[in-house]
């Protein structure tokens, strides 16, 4: 039996009458980096806070290597990284405060905690924004520290809402080198993002999800063999919104 | 004018919308106001035809006291800004001058029904001066009165908003109150006379003097004093409000923060320091300080009875109750997400605020400690400890249940703005019980004081334990009530 890292099995998420996500069944195994795409609103962020545990699932479940998610299961928030949507970031504390807390609470010893934050905050060109303060802080810094939060312990699984937005290319190919270099010793990396061609170089698998629905779900490989590029895929399902003609415009 | 007037348009829909969707207003409060209202109207009408006739005659003793009353809810924009939901710095990016920008600000602080019901009740506050021997000279002068008051008030909110300007009005603030409170307390029975001697030499003073002026002359000269007021006071609004506007915060040096005031250690350490940092950011906790900053002076001149030390533990952890009550308040939406991503339970977290709570307060106490142990000795100070530990459990055993309940948004420098009247009243006395306990016990019934003393800490302390498990389990259940009350 394959080793699943993620599994949602049945998952939905309805806010009132609207349905974020509606049956959401997908398996990732261990040790690849998954791409979810889908347009805006389609439902991908709240697939990633249901797989973490920051919402309830109306229906279904989701797992974590074969653990269930819930808000009570504290083992499993010490297994997986997550970079939010909106970085869960605290205002009012700089950039290293927030590595410098959050090491002890995954059971860090400080100096282990220091000699980490120090290496992640290098590899991503923030050392020397290391004390601005997040409130302070440009998108693309606090995406950065966002990411770092989320290597801090070294999770089994990641979990990465559009890592490269805001990001400047010199981290960004950091970024990709070191999510590769992590599979490769293991790690599960759950992504969105909407660069497509960053996913098709980094991603294993991916799925496309449209309306809280996931329409497509294959591996990049089986794409490739068809004769296709996962930009094709994506908009043989997402289509392309019409063009307006803004003549007044220029 | 006309972008103006939009603006306000939708400043007005997206108040109400925010104020509705974070049900600020509940029932309990609803029938509290309704109460209060009642009270008003049968209590304030007395009033007005007792300061009327004492106007007639030429005394201006309530007259006085209402004017005062009314120029402390003038102060009301320190707290209004919580929940307005256009800050006037998001305003920079239309092309509006910094005057356009302004009436916004002020238009904005209008829409609130508190300042509703502050103008209104300053407009009837000002009736009683018809009766007056210069009636219209009076009310001039009273409108003039309420709109120095009301430019200070917002001169203050912006002043709180610039970092530089804020360090300057907190020292302004300690230099005033300090004495002034040492003053008063050391009067004990006598502050009230105190207080109304001091009355005499603000500009309130000069509004029943123009009403009551023997001659026109006189009368004049108050009104001409009162326009010089009101005129300075607008201009300090004008350039307050373009300071606030180009004050950006800047990057202090982490060596010049004295956000650590204490490394709390063990895994939680870094959620207490946070806790720390963000508390140090209320002006409560500043007034706080203060209070016991202008207590400990009386003791230079002596002993004072030991009761006031108690009563001023008291005061202080009321002073700090939205600390423990509201302990998600100062948290954004994405703040709260980073709690549930942490390794921890709901207890954990609320532990953790919790803890920087009883730090920030304990601080603020530990300034009356030396003066209390030199004249009162170390069975007070004791007592006291007793009385502040037993506090500590009642306020967050409550402050915990409250927090997760109905939690309601807070902002930095600015004074907590919301939350359920109901719920504050009946928290406060609840907390304080005992507190109050420990006085009585101490004072009138110190027949097996330790024992009673010791059952009570153990009480308050079993209770906060209750309370720490229940609301963390509440917390984790709720969280997404909780991030949609704050956003």
């Known amino acids: 039996m394959e080793a699943w890292d993620i599994e949602a099995r049945g998952l939905t998420k309805k806010f009132g009458s609207f349905t974020a996500v509606r049956d959401l069944t997908l398996r990732v195994p261990r040790g690849v980096i998954f791409g979810f795409l889908g347009p805006n609103g389609s439902g991908k962020s709240t697939t990633v806070k249901l797989l973490t545990g920051l919402l309830t699932p109306t229906a279904g479940d989701a797992l974590i290597a074969g653990e269930p998610v819930t808000v009570e299961n504290v083992a499993i928030r010490r297994k997986i990284g997550v970079l939010p949507e909106d970085d869960a970031l605290f205002r009012a504390l700089t950039i290293w405060e927030h590595l410098e807390m959050s090491g002890p609470l995954y059971g860090l010893k400080r ?14 060109d923030l050392w020397q924004e290391r004390e601005t303060y997040v409130e302070q802080a440009s998108f693309g810094m606090r995406k950065k520290c966002a990411l770092a939060l989320a290597l801090l312990h070294n999770p089994r699984v990641l979990f990465l809402d559009e890592p490269f937005e805001g990001i400047d290319p010199g ?8 999510l590769l270099t992590l599979a490769q010793k293991g790690a599960t990396i759950f992504l969105t993002s909407h660069i497509l061609e960053v996913v098709e170089r980094l991603v294993g698998q991916y799925a496309i999800i449209i309306d809280g629905e996931i329409v497509c779900q294959q591996t990049v490989e089986e794409t490739i063999n068809a004769g296709r590029t996962l930009e094709d895929v994506y908009f043989q399902f997402a289509g392309r919104p019409a063009m307006e003609e803004l003549a007044w415009l220029g | 004018m006309a972008g103006v ?34 009270l008003l109207i049968f209590k304030l009408p007395p009033v007005f035809r007792r300061a009327a006739r004492e106007l007639a005659i030429g005394q201006t003793v309530v007259m006085d006291q209402l004017l005062f009353a009314l120029a402390a809810a003038w102060l009301y924009p320190r707290i209004e800004i919580a929940i307005i939901s256009i800050n006037p710095k998001d305003l920079i990016r239309f092309p509006l001058t910094i005057n356009s920008m302004l009436l916004v600000r002020i238009g904005s602080f209008f829409i609130s029904p508190a300042a509703m019901i502050i103008t209104a009740g300053s407009l009837l506050g000002a009736l009683p001066l018809h009766a007056s021997p210069r009636p219209f000279i009076g009310i001039a002068a009273a409108i003039l009165f309420f709109v120095m008051a009301a430019s200070l008030g917002l001169s203050l909110s912006h002043m709180m908003s610039s970092a530089a300007l804020r360090i300057r009005l907190m020292i302004v603030t300690a230099i005033v109150i300090v004495p002034l409170g040492a003053v008063l307390f050391a009067g004990g ?28 002359r006189t ?81 230079w001149f002596g002993a004072p009875h030991p009761v006031t030390f108690q009563a001023i533990i008291l005061i202080v952890f009321s002073i700090n109750m939205a600390l423990s009550t509201n302990s998600f308040g100062l948290d954004e939406p994405p703040e709260i997400n980073r709690y549930l991503l942490f390794p921890l339970r709901g207890r954990d977290i609320l532990l953790g605020k919790n803890l920087g709570f009883v730090i920030v307060v304990w601080l603020q106490l530990s ?102 498990h229940f609301a963390g389990r509440k917390f984790e259940r709720d969280r997404q009530k909780i991030i949609s009350r704050l956003s």
Request: with cysteine; net charge positive.
């Open chain 1, 111 to 124: 100096e282990e905690t220091e000699s980490r934050a120090t290496q992640l905050l290098r590899h991503l």
């Open chain 1, 171 to 178: 981290s960004s190919r950091n970024i990709k080198d070191m």
């Open chain 2, 5 to 38: 007037r939009l603006i306000l348009k939708y400043q007005w829909k997206a108040y109400w919308r925010r104020f509705m969707r974070a049900g600020q207003l509940t029932q309990s409060d609803m029938l509290l106001l309704l109460l209060l209202g009642a």
């Open chain 2, 189 to 216: 029975r006598e502050a009230p006379r105190r207080l109304a001697s001091i009355v005499q030499f603000t500009p309130m003073r000069l509004v029943t003097s123009a009403a009551t002026a023997p001659n026109y």
């Open chain 2, 219 to 299: 009368a004049l000269l108050s009104l001409m004093a009162l326009t010089g007021c009101a005129a300075l006071a607008l201009l300090l609004l004008r350039w307050s409000f373009s300071r606030s506007l180009s004050d950006q915060e800047t990057n202090r040096p982490r060596s010049n923060r004295a956000a650590s005031l204490i490394r709390f250690p063990g895994r939680l350490g870094g959620l207490v320091r946070k806790e720390q940092d963000y508390f140090r950011k209320l002006p409560t906790v500043w007034i706080g300080l203060l209070v016991t900053l202008a207590y400990s002076q009386i003791f």
């Open chain 2, 367 to 468: 300034v009356t400690l030396p003066f209390a142990f030199w004249r009162l000795g170390w069975r007070e100070v004791f007592i006291g400890l007793i009385e502040a530990a037993a506090l500590s459990f009642a306020y967050m055993g409550w402050g915990n249940m409250d927090s997760v309940s109905a939690p309601y948004k807070m902002r930095f420098y600015r004074d907590s703005g919301g939350g359920s009247i109901f719920d504050a009243l009946i928290g406060m006395t609840l907390c304080s019980l005992p507190g109050v306990a420990i006085i009585y016990l101490t004072r009138f019934n110190s027949e097996l004081l330790a024992v009673k003393i010791a059952s009570l800490l153990a009480l308050t302390a079993l209770v906060y334990l209750g309370s720490l």
